[in-house]
């Protein structure tokens, strides 16, 4: 059997390939060990992983969900497998996107921009749409802890210098809210819509939240995913020089 430390990177590993719950994606690569070890020697007996709870157990292994299970957990309180069980014994099922987000905001409290991932995360793992696809186009969203304060995770949106040093020439429209720590721009090409979010965590750092929204198809948001994940990286370098080796 591997080492704890190993053990849990590959758990970690295989979380981000599979979009897995941590408890599920520990428990296939456990099942996996055991059945090398019993090929090996069958007559050693190996104690059975506790089974999960209902509220644990991920109800559709291969689902894309919009961000990690830890940033759900931080923003929400519960991985998406448990907001999965709560609402389907709401019966969201046949309910519209908009009434989903509502009863997550009315009986639970979710944040708006929360509400709507785990809308989505629901709606995708229960068959009612595809991956990224939203009522008003096509939609990604991807996050990015740094060593910041959220007032300068922010400002590097909004401040124009301070963006073209990660970012480049891109030209941003910034659009008007009252949002706490919301920034929203209209994105030139594809023509769509980009909202940020940034949320303080207890240790000091920001989550800096990326919804980008109102893409034209679904390759346009395979592409948007993949390149903030690289603009994020080289603004994580920005924000951290001390860090930098």
Known sequence: MPTQKTFKSRVRARMTKTGEAYTTARQQLLRKAESRA??????VPIAPESPATPEAADPEP????????????????RTYPAWFALLD???ATARRH??????????????????????????????MRAVHQMTDGFSVAVTRTVAADPDAALLAFTDPAIRRSWLGDVPLEQRRTTAARVARFDWPEPPSRLVV????????RSTIAIAHERLPDGNAAAHEKAAWRDRLAALKAILEPDRRR
């Open 38 to 43: 019993a090929a090996v020697a069958p007559e």
């Open 62 to 77: 291969t689902v894309e969900f919009p961000t990690s299970e830890e940033a759900v957990v931080g923003a929400t309180g």
């Open 89 to 91: 014994r709401w019966g």
């Open 98 to 127: 908009s009434e989903i987000a509502a009863w997550l905001a009315e009986e639970h409290g979710v944040a708006p921009w929360w509400r709507q991932s785990v809308t989505v995360a629901y709606e995708r793992a229960r068959g």
């Open 197 to 204: 979010q940034v949320l303080p965590k207890a240790d000091g």
